[in-house]
């Protein structure tokens, strides 16, 4: 589980090295751009230049991930991007280098993100073959380790884990549809319930017609779903019943990793419609 401790270990290691950064990129998955936001951020970097990265794209419903990029426009550089696919050095080069602001040639960026978001595929594109790791500098923790990608852009190796606000029983249900919560760690059946009937009800019935053989758009509840999904994948325990754990967990992993469609979360007029909105956010209700 996310112990305080972790979260208090990961927001000192991110306040020592903030003071030498230039810009702070906010790693987010694209489906839930405000659900993977730590409401830590605002307190944490208010003094520093964020760039919104939504990665994870090709996850996302593409129609909604321009919605969020014209959101987040008002107030901070956002783009989307698939780190799966791009070159990130050349991505950054031509995406986000030419974006940050500070004195001196060479930029300084650190890279925060929730769990699973695609902090260590960056980094690891980042580094390439190209790029230098030069070591500690004085004064910063010990261990960590600077990414020279070029004259222009270092990066800090230990990208900051920050996590977002679990007591709403919506946004852990989004962070499970998007793999950012690890399955051992739910209810399986309760994040089924809830991711599925969010689905059928965003998308419509006919959401899931290529996933099972069933009569094209008819309504089934979440529990016949699994029944099915059991049928057609031979989940069957032994004594001949269905086995609607293996079925449930198959599903969800499935649906993280895009296998049945690209869906996003949440919208930007979810959140601003949510009356407590800001409070939610700042992690007071
Ligand atoms: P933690 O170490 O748990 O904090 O994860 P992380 O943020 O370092 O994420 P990581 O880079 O390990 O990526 C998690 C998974 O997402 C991996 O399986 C990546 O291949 C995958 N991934 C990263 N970026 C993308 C993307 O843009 N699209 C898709 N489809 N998958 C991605």
């Given at each position: 589980m996310w112990y305080p401790g972790h979260i208090e270990k990961a927001k000192n290691r991110i306040r020592k090295?903030?003071?030498?950064?230039?810009?702070?990129?906010e790693l987010l998955d694209a489906r839930i751009p405000f659900s993977s936001r730590a409401y830590e951020y605002d307190e944490l970097f208010q003094n520093k230049q964020r760039i919104l990265v939504l990665n994870k794209e090709d996850l996302a419903d593409p129609a909604i991930t321009s919605q969020w990029i014209k959101f987040y426009k008002k107030d901070?550089?956002?783009?989307?991007?698939?780190?799966?696919?791009?070159d990130a050095s050349s991505f950054l080069k031509r995406k986000i280098l030419p974006k940050i602001?500070?004195?001196?040639?060479?930029?300084?960026?650190?890279?925060?993100?929730?769990?699973n978001v695609g902090k260590s595929t960056l980094i690891n594109r980042i580094k390439g073959k190209k790029s230098l790791a030069v070591g500690n500098r004085p004064g910063i923790t010990r261990g960590i380790q600077w990414i020279k990608v070029n004259e222009q852009l270092s990066v800090l190796d230990t990208p900051g884990i920050l996590y977002t606000r679990l007591h709403s029983p919506n946004i852990k249900?989004?962070?499970i549809a998007?793999?950012?919560l690890p399955?051992?760690?739910?209810d399986l059946f309760d994040a089924m319930k809830k991711i599925y009937s969010f689905l059928i009800t965003r998308y419509g019935e006919n959401v899931f017609d290529n996933v099972l053989k069933k009569q094209k758009g008819e309504h089934v509840d979440y529990v016949t779903f699994l029944e099915f999904y059991s049928k057609e994948k031979s989940f069957i325990k032994r004594g001949q019943e269905y086995d609607y754990e293996r079925?449930?967990?198959?599903?969800?992993?499935?649906?993280?990793?895009?296998?049945?469609?690209?869906?996003?979360?949440?919208?930007?007029?979810?959140i601003e419609s949510l009356n407590n909105g800001e409070a939610a956010y700042n992690g007071k209700s």
């Amino acid at each position: 589980m996310w112990y305080p401790g972790h979260i208090e270990k990961a927001k000192n290691r991110i306040r020592k090295n903030l003071k030498i950064v230039d810009a702070v990129v906010e790693l987010l998955d694209a489906r839930i751009p405000f659900s993977s936001r730590a409401y830590e951020y605002d307190e944490l970097f208010q003094n520093k230049q964020r760039i919104l990265v939504l990665n994870k794209e090709d996850l996302a419903d593409p129609a909604i991930t321009s919605q969020w990029i014209k959101f987040y426009k008002k107030d901070h550089d956002v783009i989307s991007a698939n780190l799966k696919r791009s070159d990130a050095s050349s991505f950054l080069k031509r995406k986000i280098l030419p974006k940050i602001k500070g004195k001196f040639i060479e930029k300084k960026i650190m890279i925060v993100g929730v769990p699973n978001v695609g902090k260590s595929t960056l980094i690891n594109r980042i580094k390439g073959k190209k790029s230098l790791a030069v070591g500690n500098r004085p004064g910063i923790t010990r261990g960590i380790q600077w990414i020279k990608v070029n004259e222009q852009l270092s990066v800090l190796d230990t990208p900051g884990i920050l996590y977002t606000r679990l007591h709403s029983p919506n946004i852990k249900m989004k962070l499970i549809a998007t793999g950012c919560l690890p399955l051992e760690q739910v209810d399986l059946f309760d994040a089924m319930k809830k991711i599925y009937s969010f689905l059928i009800t965003r998308y419509g019935e006919n959401v899931f017609d290529n996933v099972l053989k069933k009569q094209k758009g008819e309504h089934v509840d979440y529990v016949t779903f699994l029944e099915f999904y059991s049928k057609e994948k031979s989940f069957i325990k032994r004594g001949q019943e269905y086995d609607y754990e293996r079925a449930a967990a198959h599903f969800l992993i499935n649906l993280t990793k895009g296998n049945f469609g690209r869906f996003s979360y949440e919208t930007p007029d979810d959140i601003e419609s949510l009356n407590n909105g800001e409070a939610a956010y700042n992690g007071k209700s």
